[in-house]
């Protein structure tokens, strides 16, 4: 079973980050080889659409089949505020809890980012599987691109 896996834009932008760029760029070479399934949100490509056009164009080379793509629903945006209702993030990170939102409703098998500060952190994902495990959604898997690799 292909893993389906959510990445959120810093991931993408991270394959032409010093810092990141390795294993951003592994992770993408995965999707590209069909080793993993790229779930994509709607909120990932808005969040792009203002970046340097290299940036952009790192998803260029990924097979269409190798995609899946989400979109913020009423329920991923309901469930989102829920998370800032809880004050698991400040209100102003409305995006943040989007991606953990809609990547809990489709049931992914682990979101990425190298987001440290609001997505992969340990006491908000422990509060984030508070919230989902209330109101029914499964618990997510948050990890960064590094952990996901087999060989690392």
């Known amino acids: ?9 810093s991931v993408i932008g991270g394959c032409l980050d010093e810092e990141f760029r390795v294993h ?6 995965g999707f590209v080889r069909g080793d ?7 909120l990932t490509l ?4 203002p970046a340097p056009l290299a ?28 998370y800032l209702a809880e004050k698991i993030l400040p209100a102003n990170m409305l995006a943040d809890a989007q991606h953990i939102a809609i990547a809990s409703i489709a049931n992914v098998d682990v979101l ?12 908000r994902i422990h509060a984030y599987h508070g919230v ?5 959604y499964p ?8 952990e996901v690799l087999a060989d690392e």
Do not use: Q
């Open 1 to 9: 079973m292909v893993r389906r896996i959510y990445t959120d834009t």
């Open 24 to 29: 951003s760029r592994r992770l993408l070479d």
């Open 36 to 42: 993993f399934t790229l779930v994509l949100s709607e």
């Open 46 to 49: 808005r969040e792009l659409e």
């Open 55 to 82: 940036v952009r164009d790192v998803l260029a080379g990924i097979p269409e089949g190798h995609i899946e793509a989400v979109r913020l629903t009423p329920k991923a945006d309901e469930l989102a505020r829920c």
């Open 112 to 123: 990425v980012s190298w987001n440290f500060r609001h997505v992969v952190n340990l006491s």
């Open 132 to 136: 989902n495990a209330r109101l029914g």
């Open 139 to 146: 618990l997510l898997e948050i990890r960064s691109p590094r």
